[in-house]
């Protein structure tokens, strides 16, 4: 029989390839190719099995249907199984196996060819990382020789796109079947003998298949050295009976019945044993002063075969130690102990040896307990009285036994030993505890031990306990009673009535005051015991605890409580009393300003007012009125109401408030008498009038007083004006001017009031009463106040308002209110004016010197000589015509003087990432220069943001809400020149900040290479023994557009050394698998005690592509999986590296193979 097995040789490209950052191809692989199962059975017809592989993209790129991705896969001396391509199958691995055959065309050649071809559809894009597993059903080819065992199946990839397709091959040798004899072995006894192996074929095997005997395989040979003996007929081994116990073995031939050459042996070996002799250890007790026999007979429990043994019939004691008084007697197996043996436990050894083969023997151990008598020391209690003493226990053996039977102290035992910890000391001699007199209270314990005589170390330890005991301590419960305003002692000594064991105590001899409680006014003096209240504490009951403990014991303690009980003798404060119609406390109520119906009374009750206290009222009558307090009152007051008297007579109330303990506070009062009082007329405002000589009513304005606006007051002029005799037919009214106008007919209607009065007054005339209103006519003489000015005559007209339109060049005219920033403290203040009149400019109030006097286009403009401080101020003007008439004062317009500058701003362009004055074309430079301008702290809305441009030119941004919180930003077109960008922060009284700066310029830096390896792996070790070879794949990819290759520093890969891998290297490799190799730009260098090394030699890197092939071997032990792990560090003068950082430390990668 022929099988077709599997012997792998792994084959792996290494292929160092550079490409652009910009594009990446897809990377096909293959891995693990196999045929299930191995071996296949190449002479039954049409042996069948699997051809499986998985190809895998690895590049992490979807594989477009351009790329006509292709397998091609040549089997060899095998065959597509009935030449069917349906049968051919493409599952997804990472999809639970799912069918994508659909995705391929599948052909397949037959002879000569016997070739598989599964090409990518057109139409179908395969996905990045993908991992799909081949299953090409097989048959073996019929009639195979098995002197041309061919060269197993190969699988080619390649691609008509930019994928990358690598292959893979594994090769199938034909040989003969593996015939295994497998050793047997089996055991019998020596007495009876027998079969020992039933056939010694039934573990062995031919091509991995049992064998049938007579069959499959005959058996031609055995050895006969031994009674053991082998039916080549039956294969059965077996021993004759009474066979001498030991091991047999005997060695047979098994030989293919097909091919009777292909042989293999095996052994048979056989076990003859004896009967199992099985000595068993005994054990007994004695009494140490008796003695006698331990053990009856030590073999009672010994056994051979299983069955108990008869003393001198199946077996002899042949030999006993003798350590110990323990004796065991060689013919009747008896064990004794003599009397009066010490107590403790023997052990002796004997041997046991079966009759019939005397060197099967057996030993065991003889061990007897000799036992002393039960000594038990039992536990003592006691009490005694801390301050006497005395004894506790009168003997503490009294209770202890040996044997059960009471003690004698000094003659069946002895006491020994006594801890010395507290005390409490025991006599040795006569067993009695005692504890000194004045020994704290407490709980004290000693341990003694009790030996008996006979045997000194036969003891038994018990503790002794006694309870020395405190006098009982009793503080007592006192109480006391103190006035409130006084206060003082209110009990002389807490400790009056407390007790020590029933007797009176001495504060400080005896007992002492250890703790107070503090939560209340009462005070204990821890000395002297006294319990005292301060002086106008509040009633009530107040309580502390005091804590009484023995000066001798101090933690025998016991607590109390003080209580005192304060009486009130302090009276309540006074009441508030408020007559609430005598609204401005001027003890008068009008009738017509402050009446409304009755006199109403508010009385507030005072702070220390409790509720059941009773507030005592005396009304106007002299009646009085008690009213007890309630919360309401406390918290609102209370409210009484009398009816109005008449006018000129006084409305007196009085209170006090008597609490419940009978205390009557200070009396309260408040007064007031019932006037009438009439309304007033004034003048409100000032007048201008030239009207020819004739003063009408409209010159003047007059209001009644804010308590008779209900009224209305009409001014009416008549005939009879008294003229100024100075200026006939003109009318003047001047300030404090000595001569006055006659005015009458004054109407003043007034709802509800009587007639008004001002000045000199005549009797009323033409007085109507109505239900509505009533109305007086009077005459009376009227003087202007003193506070107003009016002018009235032909040609004396008052000046018109002037203007302050600009100040420090700031237009202001038409804004109101009007607030001007200035850095200037001697700001120009520009105004209007009327033309040649005198114009004066107030700042805060005053006038600044000098005047100055109107232009004939009607403006003016002053400076203050003194400069103004900083912060604001306010800014009118008046101007003075004919007989010093002055205008009114213009609106005010505010000035405020800020002479601080704003902080520097921060200018940033942002492109200078790591601010060194470049910008890198090409690691930092996208697009425009982006610069970001910080506003410093105390920026503010409304200020200036002046940027000075890189071409110099300037841009003014106010300053918003925005720029304060997210900055400014702007950009610039790139330059050859620096970009220098500055900026200054102006605020609105033109303070301008420090220049803030940044400038940096951009370099045409190039770019460094960046190199990432990128391995493949072709095929796959399997377990097992022996030495694979393989190769893998390196990409190189991630290289940045435009950067140089330096020859004169090359590129170097290193590999690390690992002691189950050898790397070897041919440099005249062109073509790999299919793929071109530059072997010959490469060095490879072995000399490294850690590395291999390769070094590029090219002077430029072209395509961005290198690729390079190398072969190793990689030793598996058996049963292990292989695994490769391969690091590699790619370095070169430019500062490329694997991981795109521009370092040269080591980059890991590992592949399963």
């Not at 004759?240 to 031939?253: H, I, R, S």
């Not at 009484?548 to 009486?567: Q, R």
Request: charged share 20%.
């Amino acid at each position: 029989m022929f099988i077709l097995k599997k012997h792998i040789k792994l084959s792996m490209l290494f292929i160092f390839m550079l490409a652009t950052a910009l594009h990446a191809a897809p990377l096909m692989s293959l891995a693990q190719p196999a045929i299930e199962p191995s071996p296949l059975d190449a002479v039954e017809s049409n042996g069948e099995g699997n051809v499986t592989f998985l190809m895998r993209e690895i590049n992490d790129v979807e594989v477009p249907g351009i790329n006509r991705f292709k397998l091609t896969i040549a089997l060899g001396k095998v065959e597509l199984k009935n030449g069917d391509t349906s049968l051919v199958k493409v599952l997804d691995s990472q999809n639970g196996d799912v069918d994508v055959t659909n995705k391929f065309d599948v052909t397949y050649l037959d002879a000569p060819d016997y070739t598989v071809r599964i090409q990518q559809k057109g139409t179908e894009t395969l996905p990045a990382f993908m991992i799909y597993r081949a299953v090409v059903p097989v048959t073996v080819r019929v009639n195979t020789p098995i002197t041309n065992p061919g060269n197993g199946f190969l699988v080619n990839m390649s691609s008509e796109g930019d994928a990358i397709a690598d292959g893979d091959s594994s090769d199938y040798t034909y040989t003969l079947s593996n015939i295994d004899a497998v050793d047997d072995t089996g055991t019998v006894g020596s007495i009876t003998g027998g079969t020992v192996v039933a056939d010694v074929t039934t573990n062995d095997t031919l091509g991995g298949t049992p064998v049938t005997l007579g069959t499959d395989v005959s058996l031609t040979t055995v050895t006969d050295n031994t009674p053991l003996e082998v039916n080549l007929l039956t294969g059965e081994a077996t021993v004759p009976a009474n066979t001498q116990a030991g091991t047999y073995t005997e060695t047979y031939t098994l030989c293919e019945t097909l091919n009777p050459s292909n042989c293999d042996d095996a052994n048979v070996t056989v076990t003859v044993t004896a009967a199992v002799i099985d000595a068993v250890d005994d054990m007994g007790t004695v009494l140490s002063t008796t003695g006698g026999v331990a053990v009856a007979d030590v073999t009672n429990n010994d056994t051979l075969g299983g069955n108990a043994v008869t003393l001198g019939t199946d077996v002899n004691l042949t030999a006993v130690t003798d350590n110990t008084p323990l004796e065991v007697n060689l013919l009747t197996g008896e064990a004794t102990v003599p009397a009066n043996t010490p107590a403790g436990t023997y052990t002796e050894t004997y041997t046991l040896c079966e009759t019939l083969n005397p060197s099967n023997c057996d030993d065991a151990n003889v061990t007897v307990t000799v036992t002393a008598a039960v000594i038990d020391a039992v536990d003592d209690t006691g009490t005694v009285l801390s301050s006497t003493g005395g004894v506790a226990v009168a003997d503490v053996t009294s209770n202890d036994t040996l044997d059960a039977n009471p003690v004698t102290l000094g003659t069946d035992v002895n006491l020994t030993a006594v801890t010395d910890n507290t005390p409490l000391e025991v006599n040795l001699l006569t067993g009695e505890a005692t504890v000194p007199a004045n020994t704290p209270a407490g709980t004290y314990t000693e341990t003694y031990t009790l030996c008996e005589t006979l045997n000194p170390s036969n003891c038994d330890d018990a503790n002794v306990t006694v309870t020395v005991t405190a006098a009982v301590i009793d503080a007592v419960d006192d109480t006391g009673t103190v006035l409130s305003s006084t206060g003082g002692v209110a009990v002389a000594d807490v400790t009056t009535n407390d007790t020590l064991d029933a007797n009176p105590v001495t504060l400080g001899t005896d007992v002492n005051l250890t703790a107070v409680t503090d939560n209340t006014p009462l005070e204990v003096n821890l000395l002297t015991g006294e319990a005292t209240v301060p002086a106008n504490t509040p009633a009530g009951t107040y309580t502390e605890t005091y804590t009484l403990c023995e000066t001798l014991n101090p933690s025998n303690c016991d607590d109390a409580n003080v209580t005192v009980t304060v009486t009130d003798d302090v009276a309540p404060s006074a009441p508030t009393v408020v007559i609430t119609e005598d609204i401005n406390n001027d003890g008068n109520i009008s009738r017509k300003d402050e009446l409304v119906g009755d006199v109403n009374v508010t009385i507030t009750l005072p702070v220390d007012a409790e509720v059941n206290d009773t507030l005592t009222i005396t009304n106007p009558d002299g009646t009085t009125t008690d009213v007890p307090v309630t919360q309401d009152m406390l918290d609102n007051g209370y409210h009484t109401s009398y009816p109005a008297p008449s006018d000129d007579t006084p409305v007196v109330v009085k209170a006090t408030v008597t609490d419940e303990a009978g205390n009557t506070g200070p009396e309260a009062s408040d007064s007031a008498v019932l006037i009438d009082i009439l309304p007033t007329l004034t003048i409100v405002k000032q007048v201008v009038n030239d009207n020819g000589g004739t003063l009408t009513a409209s010159a003047f304005t007059f209001e009644v007083d804010d308590a008779h606006t209900g009224g209305t007051t009409v001014l009416n002029m008549v005939s009879g004006v008294t003229q100024d005799v100075a200026n006939v037919g003109t009318y003047h009214i001047f300030e404090n001017d000595v001569a006055q106008y006659e005015f009458v007919n004054i109407t003043c209607i007034d709802n509800n009031l009587t007639p008004v009065y001002v000045g000199d007054k005549t009797s009323p005339e033409n007085y109507v009463d109505s239900a509505n209103s009533r109305q007086h006519v009077a005459h009376f003489n009227m003087e202007l106040n003193e506070d107003y000015t009016c002018y009235l005559a032909n040609g004396d007209v008052q000046p018109s308002l002037p203007e302050i339109t600009i100040i420090d060049g700031k237009d202001t005219e038409g804004v109101t209110p009007t607030n001007v920033d200035t850095n200037d403290t001697t700001p120009e203040i520009n105004g209007t004016c009327e033309a040649n009149l005198t114009v004066t400019v107030q700042i805060d109030g005053a006038d600044i010197d000098p005047s100055t006097t109107c232009t004939a286009e009607g403006t003016f403009s002053l400076i203050p000589t003194v400069p103004l401080t900083e912060g604001e101020h306010n800014a009118t003007v008046t101007q003075t015509g004919e007989n010093n008439i002055t205008s009114p004062i213009s609106p005010i317009d505010t000035i405020t003087i800020d002479t601080t500058a704003p902080s520097v701003p921060t200018v940033v362009i942002t492109e200078d990432t790591n601010d060194d004055g470049n910008i890198s074309r090409y690691t930092e430079l996208n697009g425009t220069v982006d610069v970001n301008i910080t506003l410093p702290v105390d920026a503010e809305v409304g200020d200036t943001l002046t940027v000075t441009n890189p071409d110099g030119s300037t841009t003014d941004v106010p300053v918003t809400q925005e720029l304060l919180d997210n900055g400014y930003t702007t950009s610039y077109p790139e330059q050859v020149d620096p970009i220098i960008v500055k900026a200054t922060v102006t605020d609105p009284a033109g303070n301008t900040s420090p220049e803030g700066m940044d400038e940096a310029v951009i370099v045409d830096d190039v770019p460094e290479p960046d190199y990432k390896p990128v391995l493949t792996v072709y095929g796959g070790i399997v377990y097992g023994e022996g030495v694979h070879d393989f190769s893998f794949d390196t990409l190189v990819l991630n290289v940045v557009a435009d950067s140089p290759y330096d020859a004169s520093n090359p590129l170097i890969i290193r590999i690390p050394k690992n002691s189950a891998l050898n790397l070897s290297y041919d440099p005249s490799m062109t073509l790999f698998k299919g793929d071109d190799v530059e072997n010959n730009l490469w060095s490879f260098d072995d000399t490294d005690s850690f590395d291999y090394v390769m070094t590029y030699l090219g002077t430029d890197i072209p395509t961005n592509r290198s690729r390079f092939a190398i072969t190793g071997t990689f030793s598996v032990e058996e049963g292990e999986v292989g695994k490769f792990i391969l690091e590699t560090t790619i370095k070169s003068s430019t500062g490329g590296d694997s991981n795109i950082d521009n370092n040269s430390d080591r980059d890991t990668m590992q592949k399963k193979l």
